[in-house]
């Protein structure tokens, strides 16, 4: 597990981002978690102010998120730092499309339709395996 921390982040909230990497089994991954100032943020709206950003790179099983530096310790910003990195299983999907639609070629629908729906299998099958993991315990 190779997990690297902005010089500012909190302890609190680098033993949460190291716990839950454990927990969804991202050891495999090199995980720059970052805190970052509340002006840095760009809204995602004008209503809903963004609490973090992931910017993943399962090719290279990389990946850089960003945690506002308004987060304080309570079961909100744990929710905010599961969800991250929730992001790192995830971004394989959006991967998928950009192989699809890169410029140089344009797949059928219906291969990229079984290409997403392996993808999705894989994905639900590493959350039972999580999930089972939890419960056993």
């Given at each position: 597990m190779i997990l690297e921390f902005g010089h500012n982040m909190p302890q609190w909230a680098?033993?949460?981002?190291?716990?839950?990497?454990?927990?969804?089994r991202l050891t495999d991954w090199k995980?720059?978690?970052?805190?970052?100032?509340?002006?840095e943020f760009q809204n995602v709206g004008e209503d809903q102010?963004?609490?973090a950003e992931c910017l993943a790179l399962p090719e290279y099983l990389h990946a850089e998120i960003g945690?506002?530096?308004?987060?304080?310790?309570?079961?909100?910003?744990?929710?905010?730092?599961m969800h991250e990195l929730r992001h790192l299983h995830y971004s394989e999907i959006k991967q998928i499309l950009r192989h699809c639609w890169d410029g140089r070629r344009r797949l059928e629908y219906e291969e990229v339709e079984k290409l997403l729906d392996a993808k999705i299998e894989q994905l639900i099958e590493r959350d039972v395996n999580i999930l089972y993991s939890l419960v056993k315990n």
């Open positions: 680098r033993s949460s981002v190291k716990r839950w990497v454990r927990i969804l995980v720059t978690a970052l805190w970052v100032s509340e002006d102010k963004t609490n945690f506002c530096d308004d987060l304080r310790k309570s079961v909100e910003s744990e929710r905010v730092i």
